[in-house]
């Protein structure tokens, strides 16, 4: 039988932060060298491209104080990484991701899958190229980007089709966020970004690992517009009816209820979302892990592989168990995947 399955997992979180004091008393720098002023000039375009003066947004910005965001996001810090740059991140996992151990010889990826947010496509695409070369292994690569917490999922699913469909049998699935200036850190009253990064290996036929029983992602057109809910100084709003929806759905496709579910990984795009969503979905008997396996920030495309790999380094895995991962960005993309833990072929649930 071809399963596809997580075979492999790793991330990086810097041990560095930010308190919300430090990181509110931040002013912008001058933009110096090609890339920055690059950068700056996507970002103010975009904002131009929302009706919304950067100006405006710079006095939302200034309008902020610690004791309200940490009441409202229930964060006290982020995570923030002083040397390495968005595709160094994306190296460094993978690399640890494809150690081999000992003097074992590891065959090469046949595709990397790189998700990053970026206003500016050209800088997610360049990173996925960097990781080919550098690693010198793999086809013509792929990167997603723009989705945030979905963002993953959506490559674990074109990941899924390309095994499908194709000659390709071991896949690295890499996402990173590595945010600076001119992006802003503080989304509103929703949410505060950290950097980090986690990636996965994924194979076809293999026969230990956690295989994939469903994937769904929706990509509605959006609801929001981020940096208009910045300005106006609002939380962002969720989709929470149409996630649970889709997480049921999702079981439902992988043929088990929530009762089934072993492990839980949590999200945090905003405070309460992870309880509302293992509350309304029934999922009261899944374990998501000690408090601090959110510690960090909110990692946008980065979130969902970081806190998976968290868990699984602590977690003792049978077979049959299932975990259930779930995600979402800031413009109503909704993202779940079911998995199932599987040990030389034995798997005691029914799919």
Not at 76 to 88: G, H, K, T
Not at 93 to 105: F, I, K, N, Y
Not at 151 to 164: E, N, Q, R
Request: net charge negative; with cysteine; aromatic share 4%.
């Amino acid at each position: 039988m071809n399963e596809i399955g997580i075979v492999a997992s790793s991330a990086y979180v810097p041990a560095a932060s930010r308190g919300l004091v430090q990181l509110l008393a931040e002013r912008q720098p001058h933009a110096e060298g090609r890339t920055a002023r690059f950068l700056q000039a996507c970002f103010e375009e975009n904002l131009r491209m929302h009706g919304i003066a950067r100006t405006a947004l710079d006095a939302a910005q200034a309008g902020h104080d610690a004791p309200t965001l940490q009441e409202v996001t229930g964060m006290v810090a982020v995570a923030s990484e002083p040397a390495l740059e968005a595709s160094e991140l994306l190296l460094r996992v993978t690399r640890d991701l494809l150690q081999p151990a000992g003097e074992a010889t590891v065959p090469p990826v046949s595709t990397f899958l790189v998700c990053h947010t970026c206003l500016e496509n050209d800088v997610t695409i360049s990173a996925a190229c960097r990781l080919q070369s550098e690693l010198q292994q793999g086809h013509v690569p792929f990167a997603i980007g723009q989705l945030q917490g979905a963002t993953f999922l959506m490559a674990l699913s074109l990941a899924a089709d390309l095994m499908a469909t194709s000659t390709d049998d071991r896949i690295v699935v890499a996402a990173a966020e590595r945010w600076s200036w001119p992006y802003t850190r503080v989304i509103g009253h929703t949410t505060l970004l950290g950097d980090g990064a986690g990636a996965v290996l994924l194979e076809r036929g293999c026969t230990r690992g956690w295989m994939l029983r469903a994937v769904r992602v929706q990509t509605p057109p959006p609801t929001a517009e981020v940096y208009r809910h910045i300005v106006q100084g609002q939380p962002l709003p969720l989709n929470l009816d149409g996630l649970c929806a889709l997480i049921l759905d999702t079981l439902r496709e992988a043929g088990c209820s929530p009762r089934d579910i072993a492990i839980l990984v949590p999200h945090q795009l905003s405070r309460h979302l992870a309880d509302c969503v293992r509350r309304r979905c029934g999922l009261h008997k899944a374990w998501c892990g000690p408090a601090d396996i959110l510690d960090g920030g909110y990692l946008c495309a980065a979130e969902v592989p970081v806190r998976m790999h968290r868990l699984l380094q602590q977690a003792v895995a049978h077979p049959g168990d299932r975990m259930l991962l779930w995600g979402l960005g800031f413009e109503g993309a909704l993202a779940c995947a079911v998995l199932e833990y599987v040990d030389q072929g034995v798997s005691h649930g029914n799919h």
